[in-house]
């Protein structure tokens, strides 16, 4: 491995590509054809390095067009994940052994073919889940830092660790990996989070079983490639679609998994936790979960704020990538003094939303995930209807792809339904506040302590949040999404999650357990 701890540069966030520049656009539209020329391509399994291809399949489709194939993935069944598994525990006894710079320098050497292969993976991006073009892209720097991060981050753990000095012996700490992971990420984020829970698994030392999201499977079938290409050996990361119900729940009961990382809805991940809790004949641990699961994120605006300033966080944090994010902005909580003047200005905002197909560049809005997303977030729209007023939006838009109007829906009890529970759609609720304290009170009235985000110019006000507003991320005029790897370590509390800090200096000892080693001098 060439790769040395002293040639390291330290971490710097890859920068967003605006796609301003004509070559960039260029190269995007090219992509973006690419990408829909290959659309009838086959993704099999790989357990163990072998490529397996199964009867039952798996379609990727394009929701902006239902009609178009994004590509055909090969479905795992209960003996091919019996087999990753056993695959996994063959390559742990190997792995484990692997320097931890030589672990890194495959995260390395990841970041960079996936650098030279950006626009691909945006198109791609844009293709199977909807994404804009710069939602794909930030999708994609993320997933850049990840393992650039990451990488360092094993490293820093590699090195000597402090201990107190005693007389008469020599002591050490060591970290080593667990075992075997199952890794079952969602597809909102379908190559950060995905890259990001794999890469900090690998790089610790473990080895994967890959279950990727039936919604975005391709772009787990690239990485899994780009990683052998890279030289990861063969086992540390086998990929295995397929349905919950069919590997689910053998996955994470297997007594061979040491541990499970999930991202997703509250009830899959209570579910896992359940059921991860229970041992299992042969088990020799007690397994590890690490959930994300989604939040029910507020942004209070106090009447002193910078209304303009509020209203564009708000939208952008409401109706980006359809608010199909865990961090999005479902609820805005405005004190009485400036609530009619809030929405009227947020009407104005949100009628300038684009929505369409977002290979179209100046589209800024696409369609929701699948069918059946679009079908529940319709339902929570009509309940919004009856509990609220409909400020704007509140239909499908045509009838090819899952397109929704930006929904605002004011005058919304903290008690009511789309107050309380996670939508993951562009909906957004307004509750109207008599004061700074009822403000507080309302946006920790959830089950869910994700993200938040207060605009005021009261310093009083932000020291009284910073202490109060029990959120794992929480942010001061300005939005509640786009947290930025090392910079704004990202998990939260309650129902959230496991208060994991995916992107954060202690996220990777999630991976690891520690070994204290002493011996006795003279």
């Not at 099999?44 to 039952?56: A, D, K, N």
Request: glycine share 10%; net charge negative.
């Amino acid at each position: 491995m060439s790769t040395t701890i002293e040639r390291i540069a330290p971490f710097t966030n890859e920068p967003i590509k605006t796609f301003g520049e004509p070559s960039e656009a260029a190269a995007m539209r090219a992509a973006l054809a690419q990408v829909a020329a290959r659309g009838g391509q086959s993704y099999p399994l790989v357990i163990e390095g072998r490529r397996i291809e199964t009867e039952q399949k798996i379609i990727s489709i394009n929701p902006a067009d239902p009609a178009r194939t994004v590509g055909v993935v090969s479905c795992a069944g209960p003996d091919h994940a019996r087999a990753a598994i056993d695959a996994a525990a063959r390559a742990f006894e190997t792995w484990k052994k692997t320097s931890a710079l030589e672990r890194a320098g495959v995260l390395f050497a990841a970041a960079e073919l996936m650098r030279r292969r950006r626009f691909e993976y945006d198109a791609l991006l844009v293709s199977e889940v909807g994404k804009s073009w710069g939602e794909a892209d930030g999708d994609l720097a993320e997933a850049i830092d990840f393992l650039e991060f990451y990488a360092r981050e094993a490293l820093r753990y590699a090195e000597a660790q402090p201990v107190v000095p005693v007389a008469g012996e020599a002591n050490e700490l060591v970290y080593i990996p667990l075992g075997v992971g199952a890794v079952i990420p969602p597809w909102n984020f379908a190559a950060a989070i995905m890259i990001g829970m794999t890469a900090a698994a690998v790089v610790t030392g473990n080895t994967v079983v890959l279950k990727p999201s039936s919604d975005s499977p391709v772009i787990a079938a690239w990485f899994v490639d780009l990683m052998h290409e890279v030289g990861l050996p063969a086992g540390v990361l086998n990929f295995i679609p397929g349905s919950g119900r069919a590997i689910g729940d053998l996955m994470v009961a297997h007594p061979q998994i040491r541990f499970i990382s999930f991202t997703g809805s509250k009830e899959v991940g209570l579910h896992i936790n359940e059921l991860a809790a229970k041992p299992q004949p042969g088990q020799k641990w007690i397994k590890r979960v690490v959930a994300e699961m989604g939040g029910k994120d507020s942004i209070i605006v106090a009447a002193d704020a910078d209304l303009d300033a509020a209203v564009e966080a708000v939208a952008v944090s409401a109706f980006g990538f359809q608010g199909q994010k865990c961090s999005a902005c479902s609820r805005a909580i405005v004190e009485a003094p400036v609530y009619e003047q809030f929405l009227e200005k947020l009407r104005v905002r949100v009628e300038r939303i684009a929505v369409g197909d977002p290979a179209d560049p100046t589209v800024s809005m696409g369609p929701v995930v699948n069918e059946a997303a679009m079908r529940s977030i319709l339902r929570y729209i009509e309940a919004g209807t009856r509990e609220g007023r409909l400020i704007a939006g509140g239909k499908r838009i045509g009838e090819r792809g899952y397109f929704l109007e930006p929904t605002v829906i004011a005058d919304v009890a903290p008690e009511a339904v789309i107050s309380l529970e996670e939508i993951f759609g562009p909906v957004l609720a307004v509750i109207k506040a008599r004061d700074f304290d009822e403000s507080l009170s309302i946006a920790n009235n959830t089950e869910f302590g994700l993200t938040g985000s207060l605009f005021t110019r009261d310093e009083a006000k932000i020291a009284r949040a910073r202490d109060e507003f029990f959120v794992g991320n929480l942010y001061f005029n300005r939005k509640s999404t786009g947290a930025l790897v090392g910079v704004h370590p990202f998990g939260g509390f309650n129902m959230s999650g496991t208060d994991s800090k995916a992107g954060g200096r202690d996220y990777l000892l999630l991976f690891m357990q520690a070994k204290s080693i002493s011996r006795k001098l003279g």
